[in-house]
């Protein structure tokens, strides 16, 4: 017989309200998912200038709009986001960029949060191409895939 743990229950409760919470406020009207190069590091001390001043200029690029599902449960019962993908692609190759990661800022424009890649990717020809994934979890904190 299982034993339920109300801790445990309480805290994914709470995960959850807090996961609706950072939903509304990404998904809000102007909210940006925005690239950054390679050359800038960021740290928990960074704010947005720092990130602005690194931002990607490769040729075709925009901010988007991020759209964030869930709150799902994963395998072990932790709550997670998961933002619908977003692709980016260099148009012309005039010119190229070599990102480091991705920040999100709500509709005021404020930095949210960022994820840094786990390695550069290089988007320097035209029809250089690449997709990221990115999903939150209020226990883990925010993890970017590059789907392709």
């Not at 949210?112 to 904190?141: C, E, K, Q, W």
């Amino acid at each position: 017989m299982a034993v339920s743990n109300p801790q445990y229950q309480q805290a994914t409760l709470n995960a959850t309200a807090e996961l609706n919470l950072l939903k509304t406020a990404l998904n809000a009207a102007g909210a940006k998912a925005r690239l950054f190069k390679s050359t800038f590091a960021p740290t928990p001390a960074s704010v947005e200038a720092d990130f602005v001043a690194a931002e990607a200029d490769y040729s075709g690029y925009a901010a988007q709009q991020p759209v964030f599902v869930g709150p799902f449960l994963d395998a072990a019962g932790v709550p997670f986001l998961e933002m619908t993908d977003l692709a980016f692609s260099n148009t012309t190759g005039v010119v190229g960029n070599v990102l480091g990661g991705m920040w999100l800022e709500n509709a005021a424009g404020a930095l949210y949060g960022y994820v840094p890649f786990i390695g550069p990717l290089t988007l320097n020809a035209a029809g250089s191409a690449f997709t990221v994934d990115v999903r939150f979890s209020s226990f883990r904190g925010g993890a970017a895939d590059v789907v392709s």
